[in-house]
Structures are given as structure tokens and as C-alpha cells.
Nanobody
Framework: QVQLVESGGGLVQAGGSLRLSCAAS??????YGWFRQAPGKEREFVAGISWSGRDTLFADSVKGRFTISRTNAKSTVYLQMNSLKPEDTAVYYCAGRSRQPTIPFSDSIRYDYWGQGTQVTVSS
């Protein structure tokens, strides 16, 4: 059974940092993406990374503050979030696309597996 399990969410003050992890089991993912959904808003793209790790993409709202990395040996992807703002508050979801080294990262329908989400709350 293929699973993606996120961890690392929590409550942090504005300006602080968190690192989210997403561990994959039961399958190999060529592409990972992070998405988020705030209350009352649609899910939005945050970041994506290709199989090699050389190609990444970030939403404009997080560029320069968030980084994404992966360890293929451990089938894990990370989202390092720095200089957090209250508007970063959301449920963060990890997504994976199997058998593709790269895809349009921001296109959610391209991903075939999703995690259950982890809550990130940034207080002002």
C-alpha cells in the first residue's frame, strides 16, 4: 500500500521556522509537491521538486523563505519554512507523482498520491 505521511507541523510564532517531513512507503515517487489549504480557501501550490532534486519551483508567496529537498534513499521530502508569517497558517499536504522524473509542479491533478496533511499555525 502506497502511503505518504507528513510530520513536523505545529504552532510557531511569526518569524519562526518549522521543517515538515513527508515519508513515502510502498512506492517510489519521481516528483514531490507541497500544497496547503487555509480555512475557507482553496488548496494552493507551495513547492515542488523533481526526482534529481535539481529542479524546484516555489509559489511567489513563499519564495526566498521556504526550501524543498529530498532524500531518495529514504524516500523522504522536506519543506523547510523560515520567516513564517500568520498567512502561512494552513494544513500542509505532501503529494507524490510516481514514474515521472518531473511534471508541472504546481498542477495538483498531476499527482497521484496525497498525504493526510499536517497543521501549521503561525501566531502573530
Amino acid at each position: 500500500q502506497v502511503q505518504l505521511v507528513e510530520s513536523g507541523g505545529g504552532l510557531v510564532q511569526a518569524g519562526g521556522s518549522l521543517r515538515l517531513s513527508c515519508a513515502a512507503s510502498g512506492g517510489t515517487f519521481g516528483v514531490y509537491g507541497w500544497f496547503r489549504q487555509a480555512p475557507g480557501k482553496e488548496r494552493e501550490f507551495v513547492a515542488g521538486i523533481s526526482w534529481s532534486g535539481r529542479d524546484t519551483l516555489f509559489a511567489d508567496s513563499v519564495k526566498g523563505r521556504f526550501t524543498i529537498s529530498r532524500t531518495n534513499a529514504k524516500s523522504t521530502v522536506y519543506l523547510q519554512m523560515n520567516s513564517l508569517k500568520p498567512e502561512d497558517t494552513a494544513v500542509y499536504y505532501c503529494a507524490g507523482r510516481s514514474r515521472q522524473p518531473t511534471i508541472p509542479f504546481s498542477d495538483s491533478i498531476r499527482y497521484d498520491y496525497w498525504g493526510q496533511g499536517t497543521q501549521v499555525t503561525v501566531s502573530s
